[in-house]
């Protein structure tokens, strides 16, 4: 039964501060960090509640992010509920231990601001970092809205520390547009959030008096088996997800999907963007539905496992799609977002047209007025019948 | 043919000063929206943050979710904290054309209008310095000219923003802004 409205407390939040609350009600053993511009305020506040005695979690103030991480790795390996943030530079400097703790099976959660990796050094918000990390093995869950980050990040542990999964997961806002945007929040009560996230059962934890090595050398004897056993939970994420969706649905009303689909169902030109930029697009289709344009978007969340399939269904037959992207992968055949898409898209009947555009890096704002730009090439480039293979906009040439 | 990606959107731009208390005011007069049950995103021109720098801030109050994540190209409302800014921008830019433009300044609402060649909506002018530094004996004027705005628009009560200030300041801090926002209030003048 959904928690009735008298015991949800609505508060104007950050992002950064929700996700601070959701950690607050999520009863960690452990929170290790360093500070990152733009994700400081989760730590400064999740700290704040450790120095007012709300919550017994240990908070470590590590002297560097690969610190951070490895402290992570060594809190879980124990059994504990654990969990870091960072961003950009910060968690590049991760890079080594966040395939240790893939690997080893650590269900941490990460979250992250997401933020521009230097150089020039850029505090803004862009996927370099998100994108950087996405062949470590993390799940990874992008949002919109403050509310989305709260709600994701509590749903984060359930997926991490369930026995089919055991992987850490990356929960990830827009650095600065999503996490100093103070937005409506409706936070659930302590008791409530403790029943849903429950107390994390681990498989076979480091004791003392059971002694065991945990990732040790493994040569060219083992090394393959434990990817393939990797590869075997991440894939098992999608169902996991549902399930644990549901359970949230029941109690909060919300659900978020793999991705969202919005007016995709009759639509000719489809865009697909993630994070606060999908919110931005709907907007944007809203818009241009009036004018008979017909518009429609797909929200990606989970980049990590990619929902392939679900994404080719929902594009249908449409003519064309609009892949927004704040990301990109120098020389590769295309940027990472669309490089998942075209390849979901590979096998439809009738494939559509794919068009990618580049926004929005070092946190070069994306008015719906860019959307529109990218629409416009679209439909020249449908009556063309050829296209760039991507494009940016909104930048000096 | 023009596009409304704001619909139901009321939006404010703020100038100001790093330091000024921007982005607080912004987030405050947000709380109290919020308090009176809109959906509503508050947030600065981000950057690292120096004192004494031009600063703004973006606000948007709707009655429904807010889902365009992008600054406020065109506002219904600009508010500037910061009288020496008036040198250097001009408030009323992007503004539209029935909006209220709101100022800390020493002039009236005709010599603004003539200044920076805005015909339409509101001009509202008030004294904050003054107001600040009479009351509080510091230069905090970022409540006394939200003050005006608020009074000038009605998007919110009053009483809710004062709630917020003393909520977020309890004591003498918070008692001392009420006089000054109430006192802002009376002598905001529109034309």
Redesign the interface.
């Given at each position: 039964m959904t928690i009735s409205k008298d015991k949800i407390k609505?508060?104007?939040l950050t992002g950064d501060s929700a996700i601070a609350h959701a950690l607050r009600q999520a009863n960690l053993d452990v929170l290790a960090a360093y500070p990152i511009t733009?994700q400081t305020i989760i730590v400064e506040d999740y700290q704040r509640f450790a120095a007012d005695g709300e919550i017994n979690a240990a908070v470590i103030p590590v002297e560097s992010e690969h610190s951070a991480m490895s402290a992570c790795v060594g809190a879980s390996a124990v059994g504990g509920r654990v969990a870091t943030a960072s961003a950009s530079a910060g968690l590049a400097l991760m890079w080594e231990i966040l395939y240790v703790a893939a690997s080893m099976r650590m269900p941490i959660v990460f979250t992250v601001a997401n933020r521009a990796l230097s150089g020039p050094i850029n505090?803004?918000n862009d996927h370099s970092d998100g994108m950087g990390m996405r062949d470590s093995g993390f799940i990874q869950l992008y949002c919109?809205?403050c509310q989305e980050a709260y709600d994701t990040t509590l749903m984060a542990f359930r997926l991490a520390e369930h026995h089919d999964i055991l992987l850490p997961v990356m929960v990830g806002i827009?650095g600065?547009?999503?996490s100093?945007?103070?937005?409506?929040v409706e936070m659930l009560p302590d008791d409530e959030v403790e029943k849903f996230v429950g107390v994390r059962a681990p498989v076979d934890p480091l004791d003392p008096n059971n002694p065991l090595t945990m990732g040790p050398l493994a040569l060219t004897d083992y090394y393959f088996e434990f990817k393939e056993q990797q590869d075997r939970a991440i894939n098992r994420v999608p169902k996991v997800y549902k399930e644990v969706e549901a359970e949230f649905e029941k109690i909060t009303g919300r659900k978020y999907g793999q991705f969202e689909t919005y007016k995709t169902e009759d639509a000719d030109i489809i865009i697909i963007a993630m994070s606060?930029?999908g919110?931005?697009a709907?907007?944007?289709a809203d818009?241009?539905r009036e004018?008979g344009e017909k518009v429609g978007v797909i929200r990606l969340k989970m980049f990590r496992p990619f929902p392939a399939e679900g994404i080719a269904k929902a594009v249908g037959n449409a003519k064309a799609v609009a892949i927004f992207e704040k990301a990109m992968s120098f020389g590769a055949a295309a940027h990472p977002l669309a490089m998942e898409v075209r390849t979901a898209l590979y096998e439809s009947k009738e494939r559509p047209m794919i068009l990618d555009f580049v926004v929005g890096l070092g946190?070069r704002?994306?008015?719906?007025t860019t959307f529109?730009e990218g629409i416009e090439k679209t439909k020249e480039y449908l009556k063309a019948g050829k296209a760039p293979k991507y494009e940016t906009l909104g930048v000096r040439k | 043919?023009s596009?409304?990606?704001a619909k139901g959107i009321t939006a404010f731009r703020w100038h100001g000063r790093g330091g000024q208390g921007v982005v607080t005011s912004n987030?405050m007069l947000?709380?109290a929206a919020?308090a009176e049950g809109?959906?509503?995103?508050?947030?600065?021109e981000?950057?690292?943050e120096r004192t004494g720098a031009p600063v703004r801030a973006f606000l948007r109050i709707s009655k429904e979710?807010?889902?365009?994540?992008?600054?406020v190209?065109i506002p219904d409302v600009v508010v500037c904290i910061d009288p020496t800014l008036l040198e250097v921008l001009n408030p009323a830019e992007g503004l539209k054309t029935e909006g209220t433009l709101v100022l800390n300044t020493e002039s009236d609402p005709k010599d603004i209008r003539d200044r920076f060649g805005f015909k339409g909506g509101k001009v509202v002018t008030v004294d904050a310095s003054t107001i600040a530094m009479e009351v509080m004996g510091r230069p905090f004027y970022n409540m006394p000219t939200m003050a005006a705005a608020v009074s000038a628009t009605g998007v919110v009560e009053i009483d809710t923003v004062i709630g917020e200030v003393l909520n977020r300041y309890p004591g003498k801090v918070g008692d001392l802004n009420k006089v000054a926002i109430e006192r802002a209030v009376k002598e905001a003048q529109i034309g």
């Open positions: 609505i508060e104007g733009p505090i803004h919109q809205s827009d600065f547009i999503l100093h945007n103070v937005e409506r606060t930029m919110g931005t709907k907007v944007v818009v241009l004018k946190g704002d994306v008015p719906p529109v | 043919m596009m409304d990606f987030q947000g709380k919020l809109n959906y509503i995103q508050a947030f600065p981000f950057g690292p979710p807010i889902q365009v994540y992008a600054q190209y």
